[in-house]
Each structure stands twice: as C-alpha cells, then as structure tokens.
C-alpha cells in the first residue's frame, strides 16, 4: 500500500537566500506536486524589489509587518492578512519594524526557479512519518 506523507518539518525542509535580506524555505513542491508552498522570510531593515514571475502567489502573512505592494495598489499588512497575486503582475514588499515579514505563500505551478536553486533533498527528511515501515 502507497501511503502519502502529510505533514511536514520546515526545520528540515530546503533553505536559500534569494536576495540579501530575503530567505526562502520550500515546504513542498520539490517532488512532484503541482503546487509549491514556501516560507518567505524578509529580514527586518530590507525589502523585497518590486518583480513578477507567470506563477500565481496566494498566501498569508505569518508572522511581522510590511507595506505589500500588488500591482497599482499598496496596503500596510499584518499577521493573518491574505493576499492573491496573480501570475506577471508586479509586486514587493518593506519591512515594518525589528520583526521579520514571513508570507506563507503558495505558487500555481510550482517555482522551476527554486527548484533549480536547492539540492534535492530526501523526503524522509521534509515529511515526518508515523510508521517507520514507510520510509
């Protein structure tokens, strides 16, 4: 029987520096999945370049504070705050004070980039798993 593995160690999972200030933690989409979901972490004192990419982004403000900025619009956004970005339209963020800005995002398709930027990493080391018969 094929079981699937549901939950999943971010202390274990894929870590890389995007830009200086801007850490990215890939929670899944490594093995196969259609959609990817990270952590993104700006650093307090940095920002996040105004860019785009053909994904789609939705996802959740985690933890801290930020000016998001979305295409033509611009809001001051905190912890549980959701946001949808569609995919090739602009968009950035600043850090509001000492704590770091986490967005819990999601990506439709997977980021290839991100792919590209880490090693493979096993997946007995991502997932946690109740049955050590699974690994």
Same mark, same amino acid.
């Given at each position: 029987?094929?079981? #699937?593995?549901?939950? +999943?160690?971010?202390?274990?999972?894929?870590?890389? #520096?995007? +830009?200086?200030?801007? !850490? @990215? @933690? +890939?929670? #899944? &989409?490594l093995y196969g999945e259609s959609m990817m979901m990270v952590f993104n972490a700006t650093l307090p004192g940095h920002e996040v370049p105004i860019h785009s990419h053909p994904n789609e982004q939705v996802g959740v403000v985690y933890n801290g504070e930020a000016i998001l900025r979305i295409g033509e !619009? !611009?809001?001051?956004?905190?912890? &549980?705050?959701?946001?949808?970005i569609p995919a090739d339209v602009p968009h950035g963020d600043t850090v /509001?004070?000492? !704590?770091?800005?986490?967005m819990l995002d999601i990506f439709y398709?997977?980021?290839?980039?991100? /792919?590209?930027?880490v090693?493979? #990493?096993p997946i007995e080391e991502v997932f946690s798993f109740e049955d050590e018969e699974i690994k």
């Open positions: 029987m094929v079981k #699937t593995e549901y939950f +999943i160690d971010p202390d274990k999972a894929p870590k890389f #520096t995007q +830009i200086e200030g801007l !850490e @990215t @933690t +890939i929670l #899944t &989409g !619009e !611009e809001r001051h956004v905190k912890k &549980g705050d959701l946001y949808c /509001i004070g000492d !704590e770091s800005f986490v398709p997977v980021r290839e980039d991100f /792919i590209a930027r090693a493979r #990493t």
